[in-house]
């Protein structure tokens, strides 16, 4: 079992910034790949960006150029860090990690929320 703890939301003005800390412990070998998804009232949970264990990065057209997916393997820490941010970033943010044998848990989630 994983636990994963995420932190770093809150509330923030259009164009501002904020960094999310998605802390893992217990199994954390096999993990081949983290990610952060959003979920805003009423809509469907979304992948935001995606990190392999080799570096590898991905991300939603949405996010691209404003948000930077990163992991410290000393830490068992993933980054999100959030630049330029508009109101419609605002969601509750969760943290995944996925293994090799296909199965992948999840954070509790944080509220980020950007608004003036």
């Known amino acids: 079992q994983v636990q994963l703890v995420e932190s770093g939301g809150g509330l923030v003005q259009p164009g501002g910034s904020l960094r999310l800390s998605c802390a893992a412990s217990?199994?954390?070998?096999?993990?081949?790949?983290m990610g952060w998804y959003r979920q805003a009232p009423g809509k469907q949970r979304e992948s935001v960006a995606r990190?392999?264990?080799?570096?590898?990065?991905n991300y939603a057209d949405s996010v691209k150029g404003r948000f930077t997916i990163s992991r410290d393997n000393t830490k068992n820490t993933m980054y999100l860090q959030m630049n330029s941010l508009k109101p419609e970033d605002t969601a509750v943010y969760y943290c995944?990690?996925?293994?090799?044998?296909?199965?992948?848990?999840w954070g509790r989630g944080t509220q980020v929320t950007v608004s003036s």
């Open positions: 995944n990690v996925y293994y090799s044998d296909s199965s992948n848990y």
């Open positions: 217990g199994r954390i070998f096999s993990i081949i790949a």
């Open positions: 990190i392999t264990s080799r570096g590898s990065t």
